[in-house]
């Protein structure tokens, strides 16, 4: 299980967005369509010889995403369906990688019914405990993560047979996909080991791709809740370098120094005390491929030091 959301500091002002960075290029052209969504991969459909589905990180940030139309990137995520970013059609099912489920070793959940909804979360209003987001297991592509990972020398990977959705799953997903009706299955994250093993987890996961499976990571590009400020304040140095680095980093193509971000990166630590938030982001680039084209997608602030970037990583040809 997934380390819990830390007590909302009242002073802390999730429902408000602080002061961010100059945009960049790409995100004041969206801006000016008025949308966070890119265009590239709109209209992609699961026919016969249709391309291989894009992968995405996702930063959920706040569970207040989940109630709070304040948040900017609440509307991203709502916009998600009605802009077919991710194809067309719905996919076939999802398999979502969240920083809120921690193991060992790797872990699937195999429902066979509906996914009940965790509320992994405390010291939030009480409208937060009455959300359902009811999707169905995806059983079939559990046991298909399993099998592509244990060939591929990551095993044993655990079945669990009771755990739903946790909120790096259902919070992202209810605005995405509101009629929960898309199958939803989670794999766990190992915080013991490293990104480079997350990002050669994420390859063995690539030929779902082709199935019409989804492949998300959900997390945080920063995410250090000890850190966090007031509504308004402006962000924090190491939070804006860590974050514009992996911008530059992901989008100049240098899956290594991503792998190494630690080392590599300003301020790697305390961005990321706890890698659980980061490693879904290696999982999600390593299943799109070691020359995959990454998209900044969304990009906005919360709590001062609480980054929304999200990526869609695309798949050489």
Known sequence: ?????????????????????????????????????????RGRGRGPGAAAMDTFFLSHGSPMLAIDDTIPARHFFKSWLPAAVAGAQPPRAILLVSGHWETATPAVNVIRGNNDTIYDFYGFPKPMYQLKYPAPGAPDVATRTKELLEQAGFGPVEEDTRRGLDHGAWVPLMLMYPEANVPVCQLSVQTGRDGAYHYELGRALAPLRDEGV???????????????????????????????WLQEALL????DDVKRYEEKAPHGKMAHPSPDHFY???????????????????????????SYASYRFTPKN
Not at 25 to 30: A, F, H, P
Not at 252 to 255: K, L
Not at 284 to 292: K, T
Request: hydrophobic share 30%.
């Open 252 to 255: 100049g193509g240098r899956h």
């Open 1 to 41: 299980m997934g380390q819990r959301q830390g007590k909302p500091n009242p002073t802390a002002g999730y429902a408000r967005d602080a002061t961010a960075p100059t945009p960049t290029g790409r995100e004041q052209q969206q801006q000016q369509q008025g949308s966070d969504l890119g265009t590239e991969g």
């Open 214 to 244: 989804l492949i998300l990571g959900s997390g945080s590009a920063t995410h250090n809740l000890r850190r966090m400020g007031p509504s308004g304040s402006p962000v924090p140095r190491w939070a804006s370098e860590f974050d514009g």
């Open 280 to 306: 879904p982001l290696h999982v999600a680039l390593g299943a799109a491929g070691e020359e995959a084209k990454a998209e900044l997608m969304h990009h906005s602030w919360s709590n001062a030091s609480l």
